[in-house]
C-alpha cells in the first residue's frame, strides 16, 4: 500500500474543543465523567467530552417540553424561514464542518463535505414543506366537510451513530423542526463535536432556545431519553443488534421509533456489465468512507465468469492511497476486528486477493487505525466475511451460475438495506429489481442512496419500525393527522352524517 501525507485541507485545531451538551439554549458541563476525544488518522486529541447526567436529560426533556408548546403554533412558513437561513449559514461553514467531520471520524476531507451536502440537501427539502401539500379538505356531504391536517408530535429525538456525524442528524433534525417539534439528539460519544457545530449554526439562524438541544454521553443517556413518557418519537441509526433493542424499549413504552440498523449489500455483477461502470461504482462502494457505512458493497456475486471485471476491480483497488483516498477505522478495536475476519477467511479456504492489515499508515499518521481495501474471492455463503457485517472497506466475492443464483443469495440474507445490479440488460435489471427483498436497489449503481424526497430506508433486520427516515417517510414519522369535521348549518335532506 502506498504512503501519502494527509492533506493539507485537515488542520489540526490549535487548542481542545470542549463537547458539551445544549439544554435552553445554554451549554452545560454535565456530570463529571469526562472523556478525550481523539482522531482516527493518528490518536491525536481533539478535545474532551463532558457527559450529560442523570437530571441534564430530565431538564433538556423538560425545556423542550416547555418550548414545544409555542413552537407549534408557529407558522410552518416562518419556521422554514429560519431553516432557509440555516441552510444558508451550512453553506457559508461548509469547510469548517467538513474538517470536524474528517478529523472526528476518520473520513477524508472530501468524504466529509460530501455528507454535508447530503446534509444541505434535507434541510432543502425540509424548507419546501411549506409549498407542500400537508393537508386537505372536501365537502364529504351537503353543509358537512372534513379536513385533515399535519400536527407535531412534540418532544422527538433522535440517537445518531459515529460514521456520519453531520449528515445522519440532518437526516431527523430539520424535518422534525420544520414540522413543529422541538428536537433532541443524542449523537455518539465518538464523534461529538461537529453535533455542537451544528447547534451554533441553529442558534444563529433564529430558532427559539430549547427547540434544538443535545445531550451528550453513552448509553446511560439513551436509556433515559428513550423512556421519557414526555418524548413522543425516537429516531435511531446504528448497528441491528442495537437498533432492535432501541426499538424494543421505546415501543414498550407506547411512543413512535423507527430504528434503522445495518446492513450486507450484495453487488450483483452480470456477464454483460459495463467494465468502467462496474469497477468505478465496486471500488467507491467498498472503499468509501473506509467501508463504514451502512450502504457499502459487503459482497460482490459474480455471475458466470466476470473474471475481467474482478481482475480490474483488485487492480483499481490496490492504488488506493490511505488519507487521500480513503480515510482510516474509528478505532483500534475496528482494525482488530477486520484483521480477525481476513485471517478467518483464509482459514476456512478463501483466497486474499488483496490484504489490507499491516499497511503502512500515511507519513505522520502511524497511531492511526489503518486498514487498507481487502477483497477476498472464492468465498462460500456460509462464512463469517459472506454473512456477518463487518463494517470496514472488506468485499467478499462469491461465485455463482445464474442471476437467480445471485438472488437467492440476497433473499436468505437477514439484512435488506441495498443491492445493485450491474447490467447492460434492462430486462436483467428489471429482473432483478424486481424480485430483491432490500429497500433500497441500484442499477449500476454502487451506492443507490435516494436523493430528497425519496426516503432512506431498508428492510429486515436493517430496519426496525415502520417507513423511512428521510423525505416524506420523514414527514411520517415526525408528524400525525388530526382530522377535523365541520357542520355550520342544519339540512333539510338529512342522511347518516346530518
Not at 445554554?26 to 481533539?46: I, R
Not at 451460475?401 to 445471485?406: E, S
Not at 415526525?478 to 338529512?494: A, C, E
Request: aromatic fraction near 6%; hydrophobic fraction near 45%; glycine fraction near 10%.
Amino acid at each position: 500500500m502506498k504512503r501519502l501525507d494527509v492533506g493539507p485541507s485537515l488542520t489540526w485545531p490549535t487548542e481542545a474543543l470542549r463537547a458539551r451538551s445544549l439544554i435552553g439554549g445554554e451549554w452545560v458541563s454535565g456530570s463529571a465523567n469526562t472523556t478525550t476525544v481523539t482522531s482516527p488518522y493518528n490518536g491525536q486529541s481533539l478535545g474532551e467530552l463532558h457527559h450529560a447526567s442523570s437530571s441534564d436529560v430530565s431538564r433538556a426533556v423538560e425545556s423542550a417540553a416547555s418550548v414545544s408548546k409555542e413552537w407549534r403554533l408557529v407558522p410552518i412558513k416562518e419556521r422554514a424561514s429560519l431553516l432557509l437561513e440555516f441552510r444558508n449559514l451550512l453553506a457559508r461553514d461548509i469547510d469548517r464542518l467538513s474538517v470536524s467531520a474528517a478529523l472526528e471520524s476518520g473520513k477524508t476531507f472530501s468524504e466529509a463535505k460530501a455528507e454535508v451536502l447530503k446534509a444541505i440537501e434535507v434541510v432543502e427539502f425540509a424548507s419546501s414543506l411549506e409549498n407542500s401539500d400537508l393537508g386537505g379538505a372536501i365537502e364529504v356531504s351537503r353543509g358537512v366537510s372534513c379536513e385533515y391536517r399535519r400536527e407535531p408530535l412534540g418532544v422527538v429525538a433522535g440517537i445518531t451513530p459515529f460514521n456520519f456525524p453531520a449528515m445522519v442528524p440532518m437526516w431527523m433534525i430539520p424535518i422534525a423542526l420544520a414540522l413543529g417539534n422541538a428536537f433532541i439528539l443524542k449523537p455518539s460519544d465518538k464523534v461529538p463535536l461537529t453535533p455542537c457545530i451544528l447547534a451554533e449554526l441553529i442558534a444563529a439562524a433564529g430558532f427559539p432556545a430549547g427547540v434544538f438541544s443535545i445531550l451528550q454521553g453513552g448509553r446511560s443517556v439513551v436509556e433515559q431519553l428513550v423512556v421519557d413518557p414526555r418524548v413522543q418519537a425516537v429516531g435511531f441509526v446504528g448497528s441491528s443488534a442495537v437498533a432492535q433493542a432501541v426499538y424494543a424499549q421505546a415501543t414498550s413504552t407506547g411512543k413512535r421509533a423507527l430504528c434503522l440498523g445495518g446492513a450486507k449489500n450484495h453487488l450483483i455483477v452480470a456477464p454483460d456489465a459495463d467494465p468502467a461502470i462496474t469497477v468505478d461504482g465496486i471500488v467507491a462502494s467498498f472503499t468509501g468512507c473506509a467501508g463504514q457505512r451502512c450502504m457499502a458493497a459487503s459482497v460482490l456475486v459474480a455471475v458466470g465468469n466476470v473474471d475481467h471485471i474482478i481482475d480490474a476491480v483488485v487492480e483499481r483497488a490496490s492504488q488506493i492511497l490511505l488519507g487521500r483516498d480513503m480515510g482510516a477505522l474509528i478505532d483500534a478495536a475496528a482494525v482488530s476486528r477486520l484483521s480477525k475476519a481476513v485471517a478467518t477467511a483464509a482459514r476456512e479456504g478463501a483466497t486474499i486477493r488483496l490484504d489490507g492489515r499491516n499497511v503502512v499508515p500515511p507519513t505522520g499518521s502511524e497511531k492511526g487505525n489503518w486498514f487498507g481495501p481487502s477483497i477476498i474471492d472464492n468465498v462460500r455463503p456460509s462464512m463469517e466475511c459472506s454473512c456477518v457485517e463487518l463494517f470496514g472497506p472488506v468485499l467478499s466475492i462469491v461465485r455463482v451460475r445464474t442471476i437467480d443464483d445471485a438472488l437467492k443469495l440476497e433473499r436468505e440474507s437477514a439484512y435488506g438495506n441495498a443491492l445493485s445490479i450491474f447490467t447492460t440488460s434492462g430486462s436483467v435489471a428489471r429482473h432483478v429489481a424486481d424480485r430483491a427483498t432490500s429497500g433500497m436497489i441500484g442499477i449500476n449503481v454502487g451506492v443507490p442512496v435516494p436523493r430528497e424526497p425519496f426516503s432512506f430506508g431498508g428492510t429486515k433486520d436493517s430496519k426496525f419500525g415502520v417507513g423511512d427516515i428521510t423525505g416524506w417517510g420523514g414527514v411520517e414519522l415526525w408528524s400525525t393527522r388530526k382530522k377535523i369535521t365541520t357542520k355550520w348549518s342544519t339540512q333539510s335532506d338529512k342522511n347518516w352524517m346530518s
